[in-house]
């Protein structure tokens, strides 16, 4: 039995791990490389391993740095089947259709500065790819894969869908248990359920994003959202709330629901959800109840939409978008991307920056070197399609959010994995990968580089 690793090693983003045992090759996910200058060379780099000798993938959830490049992975040779929920299968299709988009404008791009390589995938190798998708995974519903393995995924409690994936194989009467944490959840979420711990291992594959440290409350970060809301509201301007269009910006039109029930916020904002993706996310979230806590699946089912606000528009279409641009007081604008490096909200910070009346909400985390970022820092202007654009707008940031579970969190789900022979840490940077390996006692403790390989 051997696993290796083929992305998220010694790096946060292009999971993909394979486990090969009885001649048979299981790839746990196969994300794509984000956030670098040369992505489009890391993402069209040889896998490290044949994709024809794949049979199945099991994907954790639907993030593009886990899904991003199944495309291709058919294009060069996959001919197995994907297993994931059916709502990973369903927010998969989106990401994918969405990610072939900017592949091809990207390759477009680089042609009319004469650069002849074409797209890393099309629309139609992502339309072959969402055909791959064979049987759903339950939670908690052991799957027989063939030869001697079983999968059973649990819910990770990350993004709608999302799994950790315990493997069962036995190969010459020898049995091993290998858990894949998936990206795991904080244990309170507005709409998921905590992350449910898959039991005792031999092996964990653990994710590392905050090994270093632990987030704000979610109770306070939500008092601080309805404060920055009322903040702006005073000062009579528009509201900008750049977000990520799977989960975060489902999670703000229930906060503001809340708040607005509970009159925390005044209930006649005219509110605006500009991102196509965002507005078909929140229909597959109504789609798929049984991913969701208890209670909201039961707002859900009863009719009672947990995202429904009473002044609510969702625009998708461009001239939609662009006629936000003439209203100058008092609308809130939640657009992507979350960290303002492309998408329609860069159009709604060239209209409202400069505007002292107005505010920009900041939910989630900013990159380096991102736009978000440099305007998080203070910059007193920047610069949005070729114009420089004076910052007057009055800049709130609200750091406690989040989509992964914090140090304390991460300890303890290892905590309620037994004691695993061995600990692979991936899906991290080394200073927080090495400050969560101090809190893992007595197991061995591997950080694997990429394509590195290891017998179990
Ligand atoms: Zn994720
Ligand atoms: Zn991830």
């Not at 794509?32 to 490290?48: C, S, T, V, Y």
């Amino acid at each position: 039995m051997q696993i290796s690793f083929h992305g998220a090693a010694g790096g946060v983003t292009g999971s993909c791990h394979l486990v090969s045992v009885n001649d048979r090759n299981i790839l746990i996910d196969c994300g794509m490389f984000q956030g670098r200058h040369e992505l489009h060379e890391d993402n069209a780099a040889p896998f490290g391993f044949d994709p024809a000798s794949i049979d199945t993938l099991l994907l954790t959830h639907a993030h593009l740095d886990h899904c991003g490049r199944i495309p291709l992975l058919l294009k060069r040779g996959f001919a197995g089947k994907v297993i994931s929920t059916s709502a990973t299968r369903d927010l998969t299709r989106l990401v994918l259709m969405d990610s072939a988009h900017l592949h091809e404008e990207e390759a477009r791009r680089r042609r009319r500065h004469g650069e002849g390589e074409g797209p890393l995938y099309d629309t139609v190798d992502a339309m072959d790819a969402i055909d791959r998708f064979g049987r759903d995974a339950k939670y908690r519903k052991p799957l027989d894969l063939g030869g001697g393995v079983t999968a059973t995924f649990f819910d990770a409690g990350h993004i709608l869908g999302s799994a950790s994936i315990m493997l069962d194989a036995t190969e010459h009467g020898h049995r091993r248990r290998i858990l894949f944490s998936g990206d795991i959840g904080p244990l309170e979420r507005p709409l998921l359920n905590a992350p449910d711990p898959p039991g005792d291992a031999d092996v964990v594959v653990m994710e590392s994003t905050y090994g270093d440290r632990d987030h704000r409350s979610p109770e306070a970060s939500v008092e601080e959202f309805y404060g920055a809301i009322n903040d702006a509201d005073t000062r009579g301007g528009n509201i900008i709330i750049p977000t990520f269009a799977l989960e975060r910006a489902q999670e703000l039109l229930f906060f503001l629901r809340q708040g607005m029930q509970t009159k925390k916020v005044r209930s006649s904002f005219r509110v605006f959800l500009d991102s196509p993706m965002a507005i078909s996310a929140t229909r597959l979230f109504e789609r798929h109840p049984e991913a969701m806590k208890a209670k909201i699946s039961l707002m859900v089912r009863s009719g009672d939409d947990p995202f429904d606000l009473p002044d609510l528009h969702f625009t998708r279409d461009t001239s939609e978008s662009m006629a936000l641009n003439r209203i100058r007081t008092g609308a809130v604008l939640i657009a992507g991307s979350g960290m303002c490096t492309g998408g329609r909200v860069r159009h709604h910070l060239r209209h409202n920056l400069a505007q002292s009346d107005c505010s920009v909400i900041f939910v989630g985390f900013a990159a380096e070197g991102t736009l978000a970022r440099i305007i998080v820092d203070g910059a007193k202007s920047v610069k949005l399609f070729g114009d420089e654009i004076p910052v007057r707008a009055r800049i709130h940031t609200i750091n406690g959010f989040s989509a992964h579970a914090g140090r304390t969190e991460l300890l303890d789900w290892h905590n309620r994995t037994g004691r695993p022979e061995t600990t692979f840490l991936v899906h991290g940077e080394k200073k927080s990968m090495e400050s969560l390996a101090r809190g893992l006692k007595g197991e061995r403790i591997e950080m694997p580089r990429l394509h590195q390989k290891f017998e179990l």
